[in-house]
C-alpha cells in the first residue's frame, strides 16, 4: 500500500493557473498508474487525467489542452498543472495509486484526502 499527500490547491480567478502536488510513501515501487479526480458539490468523482509507470498519460476531454500531468519518481510526486482554469474546475481533487501489494499481489487503490480548488468567475 502507499500513502498519498496533495498540496497545492486554492482560490484562483478564471484563467488562472494552479499546480497541485502528490507526494507518495510507503510501497511507491508497486505504484502503476497514478492519476487526479476531482468531486464537485453533487457530482460524482470524475478522473481528470492519468499517468502509467511508462508515462503514458490519459486526459478527460473538459481539461485536454490545459492541464498537464506528470510524474517524477526520483522525488515520488506527482503534479498536475492546471491552466486557463475555468470556474467549472471547481471541486476538491484527489490523488490516486494504483498497484498490486508486492505481498499478496492483490491490487490496491489509494486515495490522498483531496485539496480544494475553488475557481472564481
Known amino acids: 500500500q502507499v500513502q498519498l499527500v496533495e498540496s497545492g490547491g486554492g482560490l484562483v480567478q478564471a484563467g488562472g493557473s494552479l499546480r497541485l502536488s502528490c507526494v507518495a510513501s510507503g510501497s511507491i515501487f508497486s505504484i502503476n498508474t497514478m492519476g487526479w479526480y476531482r468531486q464537485a458539490p453533487g457530482k460524482q468523482r470524475e478522473l481528470v487525467a492519468s499517468i502509467s509507470s511508462g508515462g503514458m498519460t490519459n486526459y478527460a476531454d473538459s481539461v485536454k489542452g490545459r492541464f498537464t500531468i506528470s510524474r517524477d519518481n526520483v522525488q515520488n510526486t506527482m503534479y498536475l498543472q492546471m491552466n486557463t482554469l475555468k470556474p467549472e474546475d471547481t471541486a476538491v481533487y484527489y490523488c490516486?495509486?494504483?498497484?498490486?501489494?508486492?505481498?499478496?499481489?492483490?491490487?490496491?487503490?489509494?486515495w490522498g484526502q483531496g485539496t480544494q480548488v475553488t475557481v472564481s468567475s
Open positions: 490516486n495509486a494504483k498497484g498490486r501489494s508486492p505481498a499478496s499481489w492483490a491490487r490496491y487503490d489509494s
